[in-house]
T-cell receptor, first 112, second 113 residues
């Protein structure tokens, strides 16, 4: 069964600090992995997409990594800002299914 | 220039009522979705249409009936609303089903009392 597990479930950090969010998956065959950011009261927005051959991809202060061998991904946020407070959702697409598998998200709160 | 728009944004209604949520996308995508997000923030797919044809129906009660009059619209009608239907419903679209970016609407907050 395809599954996506995210950790931690929630995280509180001070503004300016870095943090790393984790995503482990058992989706097979692997097609791609996306990180979405969902602000409170809004719909999710795609941050990055990783395919099998990609190890690292950056989008501003967000850097995603992928280890296809261990089936793990991480999202690193550098120099956090208050606007980074949101839920971060890992979504993995299988090559054999129309339906991507969603993680339950990590809720990040950045305090001033 | 909203890409995926859904209405209404907020809906409070009594048990047993029938309600509809409308969705339109102006991205030219051929695939549209309805997702349900529960109180624990978990997004679960309900339906997906590709070129107006239903391709995904994830064990949703038949009180929920999607309708896609054209590729740009996917409406959700819910009959005999129950307390457990209270959630946020997200409409979304993508080009194809091969893993391209899914663009989400802003959500419709449904509260059944």
């Amino acid at each position: 069964k395809n599954q996506v597990e995210q950790s931690p479930q929630s995280l509180i950090i001070l503004e300016g600090k870095n943090c790393t969010l984790q995503c482990n998956y058992t989706v097979s065959p692997f097609s791609n992995l996306r990180w979405y950011k969902q602000d409170t009261g809004r719909g999710p927005v795609s941050l990055t997409i990783m395919t099998f051959s990609e190890n690292t991809k950056s989008n501003g202060r967000y850097t995603a990594t992928l280890d296809a061998d261990t089936k793990q991904s991480s999202l690193h946020i550098t120099a956090s800002q208050l606007s980074d407070s949101a839920s971060y959702i890992c979504v993995v697409k299988s090559g054999g299914s129309y339906i991507p598998t969603f993680g339950r998200g990590t809720s990040l709160i950045v305090h001033p | 220039d909203t890409a995926v728009s859904q209405t209404p944004k907020y809906l409070v209604t009594q048990m047993g009522n029938d309600k509809s949520i409308k969705c339109e996308q102006n991205l030219g995508h051929d695939t549209m979705y309805w997702y349900k997000q529960d109180s624990k923030k978990f997004l679960k797919i309900m339906f997906s249409y590709n070129n107006k044809e239903l391709i995904i129906n994830e064990t949703v009660p038949n009180r929920f009936s999607p309708k896609s009059p054209d590729k740009a619209h996917l409406n959700l009608h819910i009959n005999s609303l129950e307390l457990g239907d209270s959630a946020v419903y997200f409409c979304a679209s993508s080009q194809g089903t091969g893993g391209n970016t899914i663009y989400f609407g802003e959500g419709s907050w449904l509260t059944v009392v």
